[in-house]
């Protein structure tokens, strides 16, 4: 498809913006900007990330996406971590060539959750049991009316350490660091931006009008002359309304679930006091 505007893309950057719990709205969202990125052929990219994490597989997918976005039009992408760029959120931001963090920025938790709930005590409490015909012993693995058996916990273990494994290579080839130099870190902790810059997890601190400057330089634009064409991110009314706790209540709402995500009860976690 031939764009007839194309010429005006090539003298503007982009800017998407991952914001809230990553599910399979946002991937969609945020998939279908990069798309367009990539068919009008914008020079560069700013990924305003400010996000807790969220699932795996969307936060993969993301990911992949922009890989394949600087490796076939050689776009410069920048992202820019915002008040907490944690988990699934870091996943997708060593995906760009350059990242930079607020001093303050929270950023880390990289790692894998698997959590379910067990209310069998509850259930026994209330005077309600569950017949369950299965084909097999491992069928019904995290039922919520009985505790795990010791073979399903290794089965889980080794699911959580496979993941745990691919974050692990992704963080290392996208950072440019050893395996063990990221396992020194990526032990489920959290920390600032300040702490990341010594890691090697982030390249500068600053803002995101820092970050937009540096995606214009490595571009070839004027950071002065450049207009950003944003990427509007769309929220639902109760996001609108609520934030980012309904996104995360919404996220936990399924049983059990396999997470890139920092867990904050739909809380802030970093915030000044006046």
Same mark, same amino acid.
């Given at each position: 498809m031939i764009w007839p505007f194309r010429p005006k893309f090539r003298k503007q950057i982009a800017r998407v913006e991952i914001s809230g719990a990553i599910a399979a709205e946002t991937r969609k969202q945020v998939l279908g900007a990069l !798309?367009? @990125?990539? +068919?009008?052929?914008? =020079?560069?990219?700013?990924?305003?990330?400010? /996000? =807790?994490?969220?699932t795996v597989v969307d /936060? +993969?997918?993301?990911?992949?996406?922009?890989?394949?976005?600087?490796? !076939? *039009?050689? &776009? !410069?992408i920048i992202a820019s971590f915002g008040n907490i760029s944690a988990s699934g959120g870091v996943y997708i931001g060593v995906s760009a060539d350059r990242i930079v963090a607020n001093p303050g920025t929270i950023t880390g938790s990289i790692g @894998?959750?698997?959590? $379910? *709930? *067990?209310?069998?005590k509850l259930l026994d409490r209330v005077g309600v049991s569950f017949k369950t015909i299965k084909s097999g =012993? #491992? !069928?019904?693995i995290l039922a919520f009316d009985r505790e795990l058996t010791d073979p399903e916990r290794d089965i889980l273990q080794a699911l959580i350490? /496979? /993941? #745990? $494994? +691919?974050?692990? $290579? @992704? @963080?290392?080839?996208?950072? +440019?660091?050893e395996p063990e130099a990221v396992r020194g870190f990526a032990d489920g902790r959290v920390? &600032?931006?300040?702490?990341a810059l010594e890691y090697g997890l982030v390249d500068r601190l600053g803002t995101e009008e820092d970050a937009r400057c540096w995606a214009c330089e490595l571009a070839g634009l004027d950071p002065e002359k450049t207009r950003t064409f944003t990427f509007e991110q769309k929220k639902s009314p109760i996001d609108r309304v609520l934030g980012r706790s309904a996104a995360l209540a919404r996220l936990d709402a399924t049983s059990a679930r396999i997470d890139f995500e920092l867990a904050t009860n739909g809380q802030p976690l970093w915030m000044y006091h006046p």
């Amino acid at each position: 498809m031939i764009w007839p505007f194309r010429p005006k893309f090539r003298k503007q950057i982009a800017r998407v913006e991952i914001s809230g719990a990553i599910a399979a709205e946002t991937r969609k969202q945020v998939l279908g900007a990069l !798309k367009i @990125v990539e +068919q009008r052929k914008f =020079p560069a990219l700013l990924l305003r990330i400010d /996000s =807790p994490g969220g699932t795996v597989v969307d /936060s +993969q997918e993301i990911h992949a996406a922009i890989e394949r976005l600087r490796g !076939k *039009n050689d &776009t !410069k992408i920048i992202a820019s971590f915002g008040n907490i760029s944690a988990s699934g959120g870091v996943y997708i931001g060593v995906s760009a060539d350059r990242i930079v963090a607020n001093p303050g920025t929270i950023t880390g938790s990289i790692g @894998v959750i698997l959590r $379910g *709930n *067990n209310l069998e005590k509850l259930l026994d409490r209330v005077g309600v049991s569950f017949k369950t015909i299965k084909s097999g =012993p #491992y !069928k019904d693995i995290l039922a919520f009316d009985r505790e795990l058996t010791d073979p399903e916990r290794d089965i889980l273990q080794a699911l959580i350490d /496979s /993941s #745990y $494994g +691919q974050f692990i $290579g @992704v @963080v290392a080839r996208g950072r +440019q660091l050893e395996p063990e130099a990221v396992r020194g870190f990526a032990d489920g902790r959290v920390f &600032t931006g300040e702490q990341a810059l010594e890691y090697g997890l982030v390249d500068r601190l600053g803002t995101e009008e820092d970050a937009r400057c540096w995606a214009c330089e490595l571009a070839g634009l004027d950071p002065e002359k450049t207009r950003t064409f944003t990427f509007e991110q769309k929220k639902s009314p109760i996001d609108r309304v609520l934030g980012r706790s309904a996104a995360l209540a919404r996220l936990d709402a399924t049983s059990a679930r396999i997470d890139f995500e920092l867990a904050t009860n739909g809380q802030p976690l970093w915030m000044y006091h006046p």
